[in-house]
């Protein structure tokens, strides 16, 4: 096992006008489940290629623990990768398959037999291990695609969005295999999805990406209630934050005609006398004063057994805005009122207007 580094490595692609991963400082602890997540386009899988060795590093270096692997041959960086397609050998048995890699090293028949038989174990695929890959269902296909992986017992697993083939529900009851078959084996993995909910819940860590530029790393908890900036805000966390312009007043940040409460020193580090502000679903009610608050009128609610979604949408600077709320899954209000809603004071977050960086620690007290 091992710890993984990528050090300001670059990837500008020939003909690219801009890296498509720019100068990425990342370190993966030993045994650590790091998700990288991001837009598609953003240099999630340029990144995991560039450490598999399949793509060229322009700038920067790369390290398997102390070894720095930047111009070794992908064959001799002991890693193991499952891509999207993963596409079995049609020809071949589950156990064959699962084999083949070692039976290329020149491993034993013996000892091939008897690492299959220990990942079969360890997937549930031991009663299949004799079928041909059409003989499976999708989630059972992934998993050998898995075993393929584990059988070969590398330093590092490198996973690029290994589910996006299975259906919603394969992809839960996966996810969480996959989680905790890691956590077993305590082999480092880094783990690619677009999806965030993949990532906030297997990740001990996650790694946002943006146009090939990191933009925060941390566990799940941070880039939930501490995000760095607008974009990761945005990113993380379904429904998405509600982010919109808000006039910074004395003592805190307007939210229609309420004002909620800020800690005096970011008004007092920020020129501005406007800022982004963030607030999430939940983090938003109804006041019981008719008012009090940002008048929204309710578009949709969306019931969701105790919980529901109030889809809404306000005037903020002459702009509509959209705006989400969890309210109660039966009482609520219904589409065309008007309701005034107010924000928790400390769960508000405040970025910079222009910049979109998070203004400060303190926005929310946690
Ligand atoms: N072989 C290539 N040649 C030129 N440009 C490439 C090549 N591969 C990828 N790119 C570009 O590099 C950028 C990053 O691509 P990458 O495949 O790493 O994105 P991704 O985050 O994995 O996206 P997705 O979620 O869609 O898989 C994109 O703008 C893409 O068009
Ligand atoms: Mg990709």
Known sequence: MASVTFDKATRLYPGGTRPAVDKLDLEINDG????????????????LRMLAGLEEVNEGNIFIGDRNVT?????????????????????????????????IAGVG?????????????????????????????????????MGRAIVRQPQVFLMDEPLSNLD?????????????????????????THDQIEALTMGDRIAVLKDGVLQQVGTPRDLYEKPDNVFVAGFIGSPAMNL??????????????????????????????????????????VS???GEGLAVE???????????YLYGHSTVEGKRTDIVARVDGRLHPNAGETVYLTATPNHVHLFDAESGERLSDKAVAI
Do not use: W
Request: glycine share 8%; hydrophobic share 40%; aromatic share 6%.
């Open 109 to 145: 028949k013996e000892e091939r037999a008897a690492r299959v038989l220990e990942a079969a174990k360890l997937l549930d695929l031991e009663p299949y291990l004799s079928r041909k890959p059409k003989a499976l269902s999708g989630g059972q296909r992934q998993r050998v695609a």
């Open 288 to 290: 019981p004063h008719e």
């Open 32 to 47: 650590e489940f790091l998700v990288l997540v991001g837009p598609s386009g953003c240099g999630k899988s340029t990144s």
């Open 244 to 285: 919109f312009h808000a006039d910074l007043v004395e003592g805190g940040v307007k939210f229609g005609t309420a004002t909620v409460p800020v800690d005096r020193e970011i008004l007092a580090d920020t020129s501005s006398t406007i800022a982004t502000i963030g607030v999430r679903p939940e983090d938003i009610t």
């Open 71 to 103: 111009d070794v041959p992908p064959k001799d960086r002991d890693i193991a990768m499952v891509f999207q397609n993963y596409a079995l050998y049609p020809h071949m048995t589950v156990a064959e398959n699962m084999g083949f890699a070692l039976k």
């Open 168 to 192: 919603a529900k394969l992809r839960v009851q996966t996810r969480t295999q996959i989680a905790s078959l890691q956590r077993r084996l305590g082999v480092t993995t880094v783990y690619v």
């Open 298 to 308: 309710v578009d949709l609610v969306e019931e969701l057994g105790a919980d529901g």
